[in-house]
């Protein structure tokens, strides 16, 4: 592809989309928090223009976790908000797994990226039989020590799990930090149970907020953000014959205010200091998050939901909420 400056013909910038596998131009192409972006026209897919090996280069931080030391259970579990969590789970068994068990024995929920292991304890709560992934040493500790949760404190691999399969597994927030989303969307419904389900919930780069935000919106901000999907996407995993796809939408009613203010506020920190990091750098003296909001907080939340009320209506109605989640039923063989 060329394009005509006028004294010569030179070359247009091509990259390809790692999901369709299409080719775009420049014009597809922007500049994020210092890294070079393609938003993909036929499959909507919002990825970091590395390669792989830059993408394994990439020194992604996450949230500490032992900083809960100083919490009983019960706080932890307040905290991880695990009775909504249970009513999550228990909607999308109900919804999207099948019902039966083989020769009696209790159905198996795996949870790749588990964090400090919300889902899975709310799976156990729900008489699974619990299996985690979490690459953050500090989160898993909170897993294993606190809740006393079996989780491999490493990157998913079918090496680590021999041939053992599974009716649920969970995949939330994971799948825009993966380089090549089919490859590992595949080897997940390839330990699924026939008539299992992979739930996998991530940012919607086809939503009201990311649009109205564009080159600012803050899931373009984490280091290791590399791949963001919208529900199109899912037309280029090749699963046709081998599992059912649904989705649904979801999002924070005060979210589209708060977004927009985080934005305002980063916008304005930029200008006094014009060259921030490219990468946040872990704060390990992050203080204890186990506290209820004081009254200015929750003044503040209300204000903030009042104020995403006009967005909160418009994204309902038009499937562009925040978040994307899908369900990926494993057909029966």
Not at 1 to 10: D, I, N, P, S
Not at 19 to 45: A, H, I, P
Not at 77 to 105: C, H, P, W
């Amino acid at each position: 592809m060329k394009k005509y400056t006028g004294a010569e013909l030179v070359p247009e910038p091509i990259h390809q989309c790692r999901v369709c596998e299409r080719e775009s131009g420049k014009k597809s192409q922007f500049t994020s928090n210092g890294y070079e972006w393609l938003k993909c026209g036929s499959c909507g897919t919002v990825q970091k223009i590395l390669t792989h090996q830059q993408y394994l280069e990439l020194n992604p931080t996450y949230d500490p976790g032992s900083y809960l030391d100083s919490a009983n259970r019960e706080q932890i579990e307040r905290f991880l908000g695990i009775d909504q969590t249970i009513k999550v789970i228990a909607g999308v068994t109900k919804r999207y797994v099948s019902s039966s068990s083989e020769n009696g024995m209790k159905r198996s929920f795996l949870d790749v990226g588990c964090g400090m292991g919300a889902f899975m304890l709310a799976a156990k709560r729900l008489d699974f039989d619990v299996l985690g992934f979490e690459p953050s040493a500090d989160h898993a500790y909170v897993a294993t020590k606190h809740l006393q949760l079996p989780v491999i404190a490493n990157y998913f691999s079918r090496e680590l799990i021999g041939d053992r399969t599974f009716d649920l597994i969970m995949l939330s927030h994971v799948i825009e930090h993966i380089f090549s989303p089919k490859t590992f969307l595949h080897e997940l419904i390839a330990i699924l149970k026939p008539g299992g389900a992979l739930i996998v919930v991530t940012p919607n780069s086809d939503s009201l907020v990311a649009k109205f935000t564009g080159r600012r919106w803050p899931m373009l901000k984490p280091v290791d953000h590399v791949t963001l999907l919208s529900a199109k996407a899912y037309a280029h995993f090749e699963l046709e014959g081998l599992a059912d796809v649904h989705h649904w939408y979801s999002e924070f009613p005060y979210e589209f205010a708060a977004t927009i203010a985080s934005v305002v506020k980063a916008r304005m920190r930029q200008v006094s200091d014009p060259a921030p990091p490219r990468s946040a750098v872990p704060n390990k003296a992050a203080p204890p998050p186990l506290r209820e909001l004081s009254v200015k907080a929750r003044l503040l939340k209300s204000l903030l939901t009042i104020a995403s009320v006009p967005a909160w209506l418009l994204a309902a109605a038009t499937d562009k909420r925040a978040c994307l989640n899908s369900a990926v039923v494993r057909r029966a063989s």
